[in-house]
């Protein structure tokens, strides 16, 4: 039997063993005994129709990101053909939608409000990479609750977030909407997110449904292209790329979306495996599945069925219950059942899980829960929201190079100011900020002001347009973006400038929108002439400290050599201009840590620490027949886990309790951090584990555990991590999760690619 063969029978296997756990009876509570009570005294008065109706979700309002298919959606609400509306927002609107359904539909079943809320609502928040650069995960939690208080004010009670793709592309624009290439940390966030924005109680007036996405593996494109085609082992998906949509299923999320790519040669949205064996049979999911924007009609592009009926049909039978926008369920679903093409139990489930989401929002109870103008006036963008979102913003900085401790500056004498991206708000709040207010943001330039005034002079200098594109930059960005002279003479503005001051500061970096969905890029330095304005202001021989601004880990190889302080700021959301303040002058030590390594150049992508070793791999001696390139180094730029503090930190003594584990045994690994710098400082001491031989091959290693910490200078601690089998385990050919024994090393440090280790035997 060839290993396709096989696998693919160990994957139907694994299908029907699943299958036989999902029929067994569940013990009901009696809060769930009372909510199906209601859905089937509710389903039994309701008409195919309406029922067919519940299953469909327009937009509405704002902005869109593909076709409009939906006309008359009033009328359409009125017929109790929509279950629910994205795109909708604010008491007033939302208002006018419900009352609609609540007042001239025969049932009155209320609408469900969707709503782009990824990283903040109007408080924005920094963009998720750059979030999940603080490795903290009750930070993190925070800002999604915040994010459900603000959206639940404006009438929303679902977000399509969080976004858990594992991104190993930079070259993917939406990497900017994710935690990064590793899937232990981006499952902690993708939990964490969840109980941030569902809180403990969904039916509360201010939490809201959180909404996974995009199920799965979309980050995967080949070539970094959005909507490309994914091909991946099962055994890569199980271990390296499914385990954060788990991990937010395992913390209650209530709503999965699937993506636009195909898996296994099927796409996403008609994958019966994908949405019914593995997400409701193994993983035990139960809430309800919602497609992607248009994703049943693309089918038809995918070349998967002939006509949207067609495809309409697949993607119900494999387990979608809500269709985004395309609106095939409204047109077929009658047709299909008369055909004998669906079911009508097919059908009843995705209305019973749609109904049920309400239910538990307690949208039944009160249809106008999330509606509040006193809400919504009060709560909404408070000076509360902003601290927390600063706060946020200041540790997802990471320092990536700070030569001679150039930073933090000081507070005195003249400061040149410089870049595109020095003085403006706009492209703060960054990609998917869709309520945000760009105008409610800080620029780094005002950050400054706020907190010296006058006693820091500046002298600013645009320097260069963002991009040389002019057209395309007053698209995105707006006209006054654009300015009129040319970028040579900018460039000279900025020399004579910085000739006037004791240092240099150069915002620079990508405006918000060359990240995010349909902003792929194949070159990803600087864009325009923006590195050329850096070699110009470094060629004056005045200190340089250049402040990034970017959606994706960027290409930085003449910067790292020649500028000698980089700081990664991301787009930071609302409080962007003071957090970066905050952080060139040191009233925070930068505590970041990347969470997607940047590559030295486009040819090593896709490029991640957690990689295969190969048969041949390179040992660094110039020997020729061994996987290597001939015209870069294998390690990356920056790798994974890394980033600097005006402080300084020493790993030392790691000590494991035993060299024998046995499976049933707990591993504890000691470690002393010593802070041997002269700030106080926050170190992320990580943890990771090579298993040396396994049934199949596994990588060099493995994020494991973390743990965030703060020492004064000279203090020291000793850190604990504790290691079970679980931590060993993972999903071997058959897809069975275990560990298997024999021999594991420990590494501990400040990233992934320099550590201290230890090694130790696992027991049969
Ligand atoms: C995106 C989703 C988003 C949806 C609704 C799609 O194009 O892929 O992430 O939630 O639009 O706006």
């Known amino acids: 039997m060839t290993k396709i063969k096989s696998t693919a029978i160990v994957v139907l296997l694994s299908m029907l063993v699943a299958g036989s756990g999902y029929s067994q009876v569940a013990k009901v509570s009696p809060e769930k005994a009372k909510m199906d009570k209601f859905i089937n005294e509710l389903m039994s008065k309701m008409t195919l129709d309406e029922k067919i109706g519940q299953l469909n979700l327009p937009s509405i309002g704002f902005d869109v990101t593909g076709p409009i298919v939906s006309t008359d959606v009033d009328k359409k609400i009125k017929s109790g053909f929509v279950g629910g509306v994205f795109n909708t927002f604010t008491p007033s609107a939302v208002k006018k939608l419900q009352d609609i ?9 209320p609408l469900i409000f969707g709503f782009d809320v990824i990283h903040g609502h109007k408080t924005i928040f920094p963009i998720p990479l750059g979030l999940s650069c603080t490795w903290d995960v009750n930070l993190v939690e925070q800002s999604a609750r915040i994010a459900a208080q603000e959206a639940s004010a404006d009438g929303l009670s679902w977000t399509f977030s969080p976004m858990v793709d594992i991104a190993r592309d930079p070259r993917w624009g939406r990497c900017a909407e994710g935690s990064g290439e590793d899937p232990y940390l981006g499952g902690k966030i993708a939990a964490a997110m969840v109980k941030g924005y569902q809180g403990s109680d969904l039916s509360k007036n201010n939490t809201i449904m959180a909404c996974v996405k995009h199920f799965a593996l979309y980050g995967a494109a080949e070539s970094g292209r959005d909507y490309n085609t994914v091909d991946m082992s099962y055994v890569k998906m199980y271990n390296e790329y499914l385990p954060p949509y788990q991990a937010a299923v395992d913390a209650g999320a209530g709503s999965v979306m699937s993506s636009f790519n195909e898996i296994n040669g099927m796409p996403a949205t008609c994958n019966k495996w994908l949405m019914t064996d593995l997400l409701r049979r193994q993983w035990g999911f139960e809430g309800f599945v919602v497609t992607d924007y248009t994703a049943i009609n693309e089918m038809i592009d995918h070349g998967i069925g002939k006509d949207l009926k067609d495809v309409s049909g697949m993607a119900l039978n494999a387990g979608i219950d809500m269709d985004m926008v395309g609106e095939g369920f409204l047109l077929y679903t009658k047709e299909l059942l008369k055909e004998g093409k669906v079911t009508i139990q097919t059908i009843n489930e995705a209305c019973t899980r749609i109904l049920e989401a309400k239910y538990k929002l307690g949208l039944f109870d009160d249809p106008y829960r999330y ?22 913003a200041e540790q997802s900085i990471v320092l990536l190079k700070n030569d001679n401790q150039l930073l933090p500056l000081q507070a005195k004498g003249t400061i040149a100011l410089i870049g595109p991206l020095a003085d403006v708000k706009r492209e703060m709040i960054g990609t998917w900020s869709a309520a945000g207010d760009n105008n409610k943001s800080e620029s780094v330039k005002n950050g400054i002001k706020n907190l010296f005034g006058e006693n820091v002079t500046l002298i600013s200098a645009k320097g260069c347009n963002l991009l040389t594109d002019r057209t395309f930059l007053a698209e995105i960005c707006g006209k006054e973006s654009v300015d009129p002279r040319s970028d040579d003479e900018m460039i000279k503005e900025a020399v004579e400038a910085a000739s006037k ?53 960027l290409i930085l190889d003449w910067e790292s050599k020649n500028v000698p302080a980089i700081l990664e700021a991301w787009h930071l959301g609302t409080e962007a201009g003071n957090a970066v303040a905050s952080v060139l002058f040191g009233l925070r030590n930068p505590s970041g840590k990347l969470t997607m390594t940047f590559p030295r150049n486009v040819g090593q992508i896709p490029i991640y620490y957690n990689h295969k070793n190969t048969g041949r791999p390179y040992a660094g001696n110039d020997e020729k027949y061994k996987s290597r390139y001939l015209d870069v180094v294998n390690e990356p730029l920056y790798p994974f886990g890394y980033g600097l503090s005006y402080t300084t930190f020493k790993y030392s ?6 060299a024998n584990m046995k499976s049933n045994e707990t591993l504890t690994a000691t470690v002393t951090l010593t802070n041997t710098g002269k700030y106080e400082g926050t170190e992320t001491a990580q943890l990771y584990i090579r298993d040396c031989v396994g049934s199949i091959t596994r990588p060099v290693k493995e994020l494991k555990g973390y743990q965030k910490v703060s020492l004064k200078p000279g203090e020291s601690k000793v850190i604990t991590f504790s290691i079970t089998s679980k931590d060993l385990a993972f999903y071997n050919d058959k897809l069975e999760f275990k560990a298997e024994a024999g021999k594991f090393i420990l590494f501990v440090g400040g990233d992934s690619a320099n550590n201290l280790e230890s090694s130790f035997e696992l027991a049969q």
């Open 101 to 109: 359904a609540v007042n001239e539909t025969r049932l009155k079943i």
């Open 501 to 553: 001051a004791e240092i240099i500061v150069a915002v620079l970096g990508e405006p918000a929108a060359l990240s995010g969905e349909a902003a792929s890029r194949s070159d990803i330095g600087l864009p325009g002439r923006q590195l050329d304005l850096l070699k110009a202001l470094v060629a004056t021989g005045k200190p340089v400290v250049l402040v990034l601004m970017n959606g994706r880990p």
């Open 371 to 392: 509606i509040s103008e006193e809400r919504a006036n009060t709560e909404i963008l408070t000076a509360a929201n902003r601290k927390v979102a600063r706060e946020i």
């Open 653 to 658: 003594d790691l000590k494991l309790d035993k």
